[in-house]
Antibody, heavy 120, light 110 residues
């Protein structure tokens, strides 16, 4: 079965960078687009970024565009999110998710999330 | 782009039906039949339960159904069960290479 495991979260000071990882298994990773979605404490879901199966297309949400970089390593079945110039507003649980066959904008499998806290 | 609008809360009694709305604009919900719904229990990852307005992924009970009229999509949960108590989020493709989420609705089963 599909398994997505996020890692790399933690506490980081404002202005610093952090790199999240998402390890995938149970499906042909190199055939699927992937997403990052975040959820601030007590708040709703916010789409962060997506990357196509071959990394040729990357798209970002307005609040992270220009600061975050999404990437993937198909040889090791991993996806990454490099988060730069972090602010307290980036504090959230970050989920990786796999796109569904029905469309790149649908997320049919999710990891359990990794928490990121931006605080001095 | 603004998030899709959902009521913050909804409730229904065991065995009854409840409908949750998701209002967008003519550029997202109204423009495409690409609406999805996700269920999230506290402390858990979201679960994909509806796509293309009214289709269910394999394994999702047929108690969950979706519909759309103009710029508003709806999720109906019939025959409410205790385990349906959760947060529900809608999304819509906006045709602009982004995914819009609704603000979420907390469903309480009475």
């Amino acid at each position: 079965q599909v398994q997505l495991v996020e890692s790399g979260g933690g506490v980081v000071q404002p202005g610093r960078s952090l790199r999240l990882s998402c390890a995938a298994s149970g499906f042909t990773f190199s055939s699927y687009g992937m997403h990052w979605v975040r959820q601030a404490p007590g708040k709703g879901l916010e789409w962060v970024a997506a990357i196509s199966y071959d990394a040729s297309n990357k798209v970002y949400g307005d609040s992270v565009r220009g600061r975050f970089i999404i990437s993937r390593d198909n040889s090791n079945d991993k996806m990454f999110l490099l988060m730069n110039s972090l602010t307290p507003e980036d504090t959230a649980v970050y989920y990786c998710a796999k796109r569904a066959q029905a469309g790149w904008y649908y997320l049919d499998d999710w990891g359990q999330g990794t928490p990121v806290t931006v605080s001095s | 782009q603004s998030a899709l609008t959902q009521p913050p809360s909804a409730s229904g009694s065991l065995g009854q039906s409840v409908t949750i709305s998701c209002t967008g604009t003519s550029s997202d919900v109204g423009a495409y039949d690409r609406v999805a719904w996700y269920q999230q229990h506290p402390g858990k990852a979201p679960k994909f339960i509806i796509y293309d307005v009214n289709n269910r992924p394999s394994g999702v009970p047929d108690r969950f159904s979706g519909s759309k009229s103009a710029n508003t999509a709806s999720l109906t949960v019939s025959g409410l069960q205790a385990e349906d108590e959760a947060d529900y989020y809608c999304t819509s493709d906006s045709g602009s290479n982004s995914v819009l989420f609704g603000g979420g609705t907390k469903l309480t089963v009475l």
